[in-house]
């Protein structure tokens, strides 16, 4: 009774809110899923493990500078939304318009300088500045809706933004027109209509406060201020996508490839925990205190749970999947999928107790442990690849999330107090 007590006198209401924004979450991102995977299968399918890993490898790079770019601005906005702050809405826009000027410049300087040096403009890697700006646009148009616990329209645009590059890619798959280039159009346009349709469904106050932003001809503002634990976490994050590039480099792009084939694949398997820790971030960031937070984020536990009958059938039915879905040319690719789906294990925990932390300002911590983690990883892609190939990559990305778990378990039991008196800490975390 206290514990219920304590998360507030409208705790039913506000675990019915959460529920309802778990499901719209969860759903959306499983049609997103969904729809990439198959998209992801085309690509693999039509371009061979040569031409798709090169893809993957842009796709991943463009990830990695869309994490640069936002460097800890959408979590940032989003626990201020969230929170209640009054400035909330003047700073997202400034924010968001001197990120975007930064972006569009580099963009074009980058596609100048890449055909100026002799890249014909067939070549993926002379666009890879527009895809980050593409897929920059979609993850920040999307946060004063999650914010705001407008978890419906936000579904609504996750959806759009995958089944549209899913349509167009099968589109061109039919119409044998499918390439490294078309293939990454695709993902693009997805997220310039998911863009689209999160704007036109903004607060109003969000789509004012930005107007006057535009007009604002003040270039001094730094769009990053204040978010350097932030940024540094979230990069850390995005540099894991980074295994196919660096498996790429110490191995070849058939190693790549086979490993970027399956990559994907497991990451149906968390979007229950991805759609309930975005659905219960602004609770926890509303929540009085951390202990209260956290037992808020305990509640949730029963979806991940849910989530291990998944991991143990991939891991089973891993060379049938496999060989029915891809083919021959991929056979290593079945060991790779059995590590990545005993990763996804610790994985699913990960993401909610990663959220728990940034939601409640203990973001000094997640900047350590989580680059920590991913260097580990990527460490041990370089040692692992050459010895093991694609296989290699997965045995690294089993180790490193099962090491951050270890990791972020220990921080926020002790951040909730949980640990307090055995770890002989008297004071909070920051």
């Given amino acids: 009774m206290a514990l219920n007590g304590a998360a507030g006198g409208d705790g039913p209401t506000k675990a019915v809110g959460l529920l309802r924004g778990t499901v719209f979450t969860v759903t959306s991102l499983a049609f997103g899923q969904i729809a990439t995977a198959g998209l992801y299968v085309l690509g693999a399918r039509i371009l061979g493990p040569g031409p798709y890993g ?3 490898s842009v796709l991943a790079s463009a990830s990695v500078l869309t994490a640069i770019s936002s460097f800890g601005t959408s979590p940032l906005l989003s626990r201020q939304i969230a929170s209640g702050d009054p400035q909330s809405e003047f700073d997202y826009s400034w924010r968001l318009i001197a990120r975007f000027r930064v972006l569009i410049l580099a963009s074009l300087a980058w596609s100048v300088i890449s055909l100026a040096a002799g890249a014909p403009l067939t070549e993926p890697w002379v666009y890879l500045g527009w895809i980050t700006v593409a897929q920059s646009a979609a993850a920040i148009a999307i946060v004063p809706l999650m914010a705001n616990k407008l978890q419906g329209v936000a579904a609504v645009s996750v959806i759009v933004d995958k089944t549209a590059g899913f349509l167009l890619g099968s589109l061109l798959y039919l119409g044998k027109g499918l390439s490294p280039l078309t293939f990454l159009a695709c993902i693009c346009l997805g997220a310039i209509a998911s863009s689209v349709l999160s704007l036109l469904n903004w607060p109003i106050q969000f789509r004012s406060f930005v107007q006057a932003a535009i007009r604002q001809t003040d270039w001094k503002r730094n769009p990053w201020r204040g978010t350097l634990h932030l940024g540094l976490a979230g990069l850390a994050v995005a540099f894991s996508s980074l295994d196919v590039v660096v498996a790429n480099t110490v191995a070849g792009a058939i190693p790549a490839g086979q490993y970027a084939a399956v990559s994907r694949w497991v990451q149906p398997m968390s979007l229950v925990s991805n759609g309930y820790s975005q659905a219960v971030f602004p609770h926890l960031a509303e ?10 984020l305990r509640q949730g536990v029963w979806w991940l749970v849910a989530l291990l009958p998944a991991i ?13 879905l891809i083919g021959a040319p991929y056979k290593a690719s079945a060991i790779v999928l059995r590590w990545l789906a005993l990763g996804m294990a610790a994985a699913i925990v990960n993401q909610p ?4 932390l940034q939601a409640r300002k203990h973001e000094r911590l997640c900047s350590k442990i989580v680059p920590l983690a991913t260097l580990l990883q990527l460490l041990l892609v370089v040692v692992l690849t050459p010895r093991n190939g694609a296989v290699g990559v997965g045995q690294a990305f089993f180790i490193g999330q099962w090491f951050l778990f270890a990791m972020l378990v220990v921080v926020a039991t002790h951040a909730a107090g949980f640990l307090r008196f055995r770890l002989g800490v008297s004071g909070g975390l920051s």
């Avoid at 891991?315 to 999947?321: G, H, K, Q, R, Y």
């Avoid at 107790?353 to 728990?356: C, I, T, V």
């Fill in 54 to 56: 090169q893809s993957m």
């Fill in 287 to 296: 929540a009085s205190d951390d202990r209260v937070a956290f037992i808020r």
């Fill in 312 to 324: 143990v059938i991939v891991f089973w039915l891993a060379p049938e999947l496999v060989d029915l």
């Fill in 353 to 356: 107790l990663f959220s728990y």
